[in-house]
């Protein structure tokens, strides 16, 4: 089974920090993203990458960058954290482009600024 | 954009009752569509995948079926159990990259 690690569970922050999610896929995947699900608003993806050291930006990508160094390792970064990035944030990977495979999550990040 | 909307937000059914969930989307020409299950403060666990050359998807008691001109999905659970309570999400790719998220149905079934 596809298994997808997000580093942290539960994560308090202040305003201004940078703060760094972890990301690692254990199936080699090609493809890695992170999405954030807000109430009401659903998922929508911030970030997503084929291969490492690319990316290119979601439907949100303002506020965040993201870093893929290894092809099992996607990390998303709020430069200077916001109270309205105050989210639940999902990793998935699946693998390949155009390859009709699904995609897998890991159990997400509760992220929350003060 | 793709536009995916999932009509009704909340659905409570007996045990034991067969149910449909409905996933509608904008574009029709889509890649493929795939329904996941999300359990209260947890990731999504993907159900199934229909590509868009095929009619249904069947998985135990789950079965998904696509109307690609109509622009609608539906997700068939047969004889539900407390176990099924959660939240269901449809996805749609135009790309077979990108997926586009409805906002889900929760489903509670009362033993």
């Known amino acids: 089974d596809v298994k997808v690690t997000q580093s942290s569970r539960y994560l308090v922050k202040r305003t201004g920090e940078k703060v760094f999610l972890e990301c690692v896929q254990d199936?080699?995947?090609?493809?890695m993203f992170w999405y954030r699900q807000d109430p009401g608003l659903g998922l929508r993806l911030i970030y997503f990458?084929?291969?490492?050291?690319?990316?290119e930006k979601g439907d949100i990508p303002e506020g965040y960058s993201v870093s893929r160094e290894k092809k099992e390792r996607f990390s998303l970064i709020l430069e200077s954290a916001s109270t309205n990035q105050t989210s639940m944030y999902l990793c998935?990977?699946?693998?390949?482009?155009?390859?009709?495979?699904?995609?897998?999550f890991g159990d997400g990040t509760r992220l929350s600024i003060l | 954009k793709q536009e995916v909307t999932q009509i009704p937000a909340a659905l409570s059914v007996p045990e034991g009752e067969n149910l449909v969930l409905n996933c509608s989307f904008t574009d029709s020409a889509i890649y493929n569509l795939q329904w996941f299950r999300q359990d209260p403060g947890k990731g999504l666990t993907s159900l199934l995948l229909?590509?868009?050359?095929?009619r249904e998807q069947t998985s135990g008691r789950l079965n998904a079926s696509l109307d690609k001109s109509s622009g609608r999905s539906t997700l068939y659970i047969a004889a539900s159990q407390p176990g099924d309570s959660a939240t269901y999400l449809c996805?749609?790719?135009?790309?077979?990259?990108?997926?586009?998220f409805g906002t889900g149905t929760s489903l509670t079934v009362i033993p």
């Open positions: 996805a749609v790719s135009n790309t077979g990259n990108q997926f586009y």
């Open positions: 199936m080699d995947h090609e493809n």
């Open positions: 998935a990977s699946s693998l390949a482009r155009r390859s009709n495979q699904p995609q897998h």
């Open positions: 990458s084929y291969d490492v050291k690319m990316k």
């Open positions: 229909i590509q868009s050359s095929q």
